[in-house]
């Protein structure tokens, strides 16, 4: 399956967006999150450094949580049991999100600084 074209490939990638939308409540959660961001930018019109880093922000989250499924969903199906060293590979995975969420914060916190102090 390898040197498959551009389209091709984009629509596996879709499919696995599409895939994780259905079966994963926080990447939804995370998707809403990202349209408000996304209408408070819009709303502000903030400089675009401000797009940039919050877009980034937003990526970052959204681009753990697909990691942290396609990790899940890689372990469930290898390795179906209950194994510690299992639960610590989910743990760090969940860990990545909430460090990537943490950073989006931090730059949302920076940007309302930002705009309060205009
Ligand atoms: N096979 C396993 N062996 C040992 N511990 C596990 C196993 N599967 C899950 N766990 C433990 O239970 C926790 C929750 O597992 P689960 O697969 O429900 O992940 P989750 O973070 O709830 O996933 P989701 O993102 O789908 O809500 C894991 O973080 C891990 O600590």
């Keep these: 399956m390898k040197g498959q074209g ?3 490939r984009l629509r596996f990638a879709l499919l696995g967006l599409r895939r994780t939308i259905g079966a994963e409540r926080s990447f939804r959660t995370h998707l809403v999150a990202a349209a408000v961001v996304l209408a408070v930018l819009l709303a502000a019109r903030p400089a675009p450094l401000w797009w940039a880093i919050l877009g980034l922000a937003v990526g970052l ?3 753990a949580e697909l990691f942290n499924t396609a990790l899940e969903t890689l372990i469930d199906h290898l390795h ?7 639960g ?3 743990d760090i995975a969940a860990a990545a999100v909430l460090v ?3 950073a989006a ?3 949302g916190l920076a940007f309302a600084a930002d705009w309060l102090s205009r």
Excluded at 80 to 86: S, V
């Design 105 to 107: 914060v931090v730059a």
């Design 80 to 86: 179906p049991e209950q194994h510690p060293e299992i």
């Design 6 to 8: 551009f389209i091709r």
């Design 88 to 90: 610590a590979a989910k």
């Design 61 to 63: 989250v959204l681009m």
């Design 100 to 102: 990537a969420s943490g």
